[in-house]
């Protein structure tokens, strides 16, 4: 395994030693808009959970609407009930004093004729009212049906994002304590891997354990085609010491960041244009560079893979 792997990295070194300045150039210019779309992506996320608070925001105050609609009909309806009470006892009165009284008899027609005004009126603002309580009611519908789609649809795609980082830790179980990390946060899968277990010190060629890594991450990938992955490289705070084929940390880590895209487009089942390479010198340390421990943590290539969130902004749209 190993004779047949070295003829590899002896070209891929003799490859990458021949980058022109265009080519890395425009490696610099796809890294700025690979970081502005991840920038993009960010602020999307940030944006669709504040539409979703101020859906949430909106529905509360339409079920509020809706609670004080019910009270007012409710009203409505005690005050109709009680002016038809009047209105049976009037009746009552009006055919007992039609047999004493013409004068009696005009002033109880009169109140019987104010009376039934009165409860026509009543009756039709209860119309109106109950109408508008309905109107409230599908919009109330309309908007909770909304939302609980919505809902789903995020948990759906975090329950997706949470499947895959499963399914990456159980494939990459074997280079734990290798430093090897798995986690998801902010709706993303995030995967840190030491440059102890894929490079040697100063060079940009993956060795026989890392490439085993990383063809197995890749395995994973090929399963979820519709995930974007992002691979960054990441140095410490010390200055590339190494021959004339590379000019810096920065170029290093956008070199090696490149070794890992080249593994995983050997997966055909692994879009390419899904995949990205961007190298971000020791300018993102997760750790000190003031100790070894801190400056091994942060000498890493880390795999950000970002669900597809169309659904959701179409979602967002109809609300």
């Not at 007992?96 to 109140?111: F, P, V």
């Not at 902010?186 to 940009?204: A, H, R």
């Amino acid at each position: 395994m190993l004779k047949k792997s070295l003829p590899i990295v002896l070209l891929l070194i003799i490859v990458s030693s021949c980058v022109s300045p265009k080519v890395y150039k425009d490696l610099e210019d796809k890294y700025a808009d690979l970081k502005k779309e991840n920038r993009a992506l960010t602020d999307d996320n940030e944006a669709l959970l504040k539409s979703k608070n101020e859906t949430e925001n909106a529905l509360k105050k339409l079920q509020k609407l809706y609670e004080e609609a019910v009270g007012q009909r409710d009203k409505l309806q005690n005050d109709y009930t009680a002016t038809k009470n009047n209105l049976d006892n009037l009746k009552a009165s009006y055919e007992a004093l039609e047999k004493n009284s013409s004068s009696a008899l005009a002033e109880n027609s009169k109140r019987n004729r104010e009376l039934l005004a009165q409860l026509e009126a009543k009756e039709q603002a209860l119309a109106s009212e109950s109408s508008r309580l309905e109107q409230l009611k599908k919009e109330l519908e309309a908007r909770s049906s909304r939302v609980q789609e919505l809902e789903s649809l995020i948990a759906s795609k975090d329950a997706a994002m949470r499947q895959l980082k499963d399914a990456i830790s159980a494939a990459l179980t074997n280079f734990e304590g290798k430093g090897l990390t798995v986690e998801q946060r902010d709706g993303k899968v995030y995967i840190s891997m030491e440059n102890k277990l894929l490079f040697s010190s100063g060079s940009w060629a993956v060795g026989v354990e890392g490439r085993q890594a990383v063809k197995q991450l890749g395995n994973v990938l090929a399963e979820n085609p519709e995930i974007s992955v992002l691979i960054e490289g990441h140095t410490d705070n010390v200055p590339y010491a190494g021959n004339g084929q590379i000019s810096g940390n920065w170029d290093l880590s956008t070199k090696r960041a490149t070794a890992i895209v080249e593994i995983l487009r050997e997966n055909a089942g692994i879009k390419a244009e899904n995949l990205t390479a961007a190298g971000r010198g020791e300018f993102a340390p997760i750790a000190t560079n003031a100790t070894s421990e801190g400056k091994a943590k942060n000498r890493r290539i880390e795999v950000i893979l970002t669900p597809k969130l169309d659904e959701i902004s179409k979602l967002l749209n109809e609300i």
